[in-house]
């Protein structure tokens, strides 16, 4: 009886045994048997002796286990990915890498303790959140070292903030033919990191500058590409995501006719654009006039070759500019004769230049002494000629040649300053 109470295992072994047994270190029945008839052999030996020596075996096993899970961890990071290895007897807690901040060590409290690694601020474990721990997915894994351990598994998320994706960005995207463009680089990768660099502009041009600025010369859509090689050897091509539009210009282009009729008996140039797709038009008649009329009529004071420009705009701001010269023959000088005999007769008694009496225009006449510059005679009135006397009542002028002046604020035709003579008769 006391034989068999004596081959029993007490509660010691058996808590040995059941620790063993946790952590599938192998074993079988005749080697545990024959540890037994060891331990009953060392009858000299303290029963704590013998504890501690099986505690050390125990640790044995303990590390052969964790270094064969180690090395079951695949180096492609499969397995148990994503996760950091924290013995803490069979529970796995699940760690960021990024916030473990201070080496790893191994608890050394109690001697059968596994290997431990410090982590601060460690993520929830899955009992915690397991909608955090589900967001978790594959990852690079990192091999770090504890001070007095194993190797254990770190690993980093895969969806970890990636690098901003490289862009062009052109300063303008549509512009016409002649326009500069300048090309930066967002999110543009270290000046260390890129061996070459090169723009491709879609028009045969290319550059190898950092920033460039480019002149597209001809209508179209151009896809522009920046390519530059890494120093481990990739080659990036990067397309921009909208091509550049070059707009075409609008052909500056116009005809002019000599106009004039009746009853205003006033002769005026009329100026019409060819110009297909221009939307503003800016006339300069090359006498110190312009106009912004699309189709423009203007009169010549004075005979002469006069300079007329054309500069027309598209809706994008395209513009082209042409030039052509008109001739004028004669002076106008709003009809006005050139001679008057106030005798009477009846027949051209009186000064009034024609046109004033048909345009219905507001305007101011004077008539002057050529020699002296004194005012003779004024009037706003068409309906009231000069009949050559001082005021119009006064005495009667002396014949010879006077100074006219017509100031006219009224009538895009003819609006302006006028001047001539006329010759006093008798």
Request: aromatic content about 8%.
């Amino acid at each position: 009886m006391m034989n068999g109470m004596k081959n029993a295992p007490d509660a010691f072994e058996r808590a040995l045994r059941e620790s063993l047994d946790s952590y599938e270190v192998p074993y079988n029945s005749a080697d545990w048997s024959q540890m037994e008839r060891e331990l009953d052999k060392l009858s000299g030996v303290k029963r704590g002796t013998s504890a501690a020596m099986l505690a050390l075996l125990i640790s044995g096993g303990i590390a052969l286990a964790t270094t064969a899970y180690l090395m079951a961890v695949k180096p492609d990071g499969s397995g148990d990915a994503g996760t950091a290895l924290v013995a803490n007897h069979n529970e796995l807690l699940f760690a960021d890498v990024d916030h473990i901040e201070a080496p790893l060590r191994t608890e050394a409290a109690q001697p059968q303790a596994p290997v431990a690694v410090e982590v601060l601020n460690p993520e929830p474990s899955l009992s915690e959140s397991k909608r955090e721990t589900a967001a978790r997915k594959e990852a690079v894994p990192i091999v770090a070292r504890a001070e007095n351990s194993a190797s254990v598994i770190i690993t980093t998320p895969a969806n970890a903030p990636a690098s901003a994706e490289v862009g062009i960005l052109p300063s303008v995207t549509e512009t016409c033919p002649g326009g500069s463009i300048v090309f930066t680089v967002e999110n543009a990768p270290v000046a260390n990191e890129v061996k070459g660099l090169l723009w491709n502009f879609g028009d045969g041009s290319f550059s190898v500058e950092r920033t460039p600025t480019h002149v597209f010369t001809k209508p179209g859509r151009y896809v522009v590409t920046l390519s530059y090689s890494t120093n481990t050897g990739s080659l990036i091509q990067k397309p921009i995501s909208e091509p550049i539009i070059i707009h075409e210009v609008p052909k500056a282009s116009f005809v002019n006719l000599a106009m004039g009729g009746a009853p205003e008996k006033v002769p005026y140039m009329h100026f019409e654009p060819k110009s297909p797709g221009a939307v503003a038009y800016l006339w300069d008649f090359g006498d110190g006039h312009t106009s912004k009329d699309r189709v423009a009529t203007h009169v010549y004071k004075k005979k002469g070759t006069y300079p007329v420009t054309l500069h027309v705009e598209n809706a994008i701001g395209c513009s082209d500019r042409t030039e052509r010269t008109v001739k004028i023959d004669d002076d106008y000088n709003l009809l006005a004769p050139t001679a008057f005999s106030p005798n009477g007769d009846g027949v051209d008694d009186s000064f009034m230049p024609d046109a004033l009496t048909m345009l219905n225009l507001r305007f101011h006449m004077r008539i002057h002494d050529p020699e002296n510059g004194h005012l003779l005679f004024e009037t706003n009135d068409p309906k009231r000629s000069w009949n050559g006397r001082v005021l119009g009542r006064g005495d009667a002028c002396p014949v010879g040649n006077y100074l006219w002046v017509v100031e006219m604020k009224d009538g895009e035709k003819v609006g302006g300053t006028y001047n001539g003579t006329v010759n006093l008769v008798r």
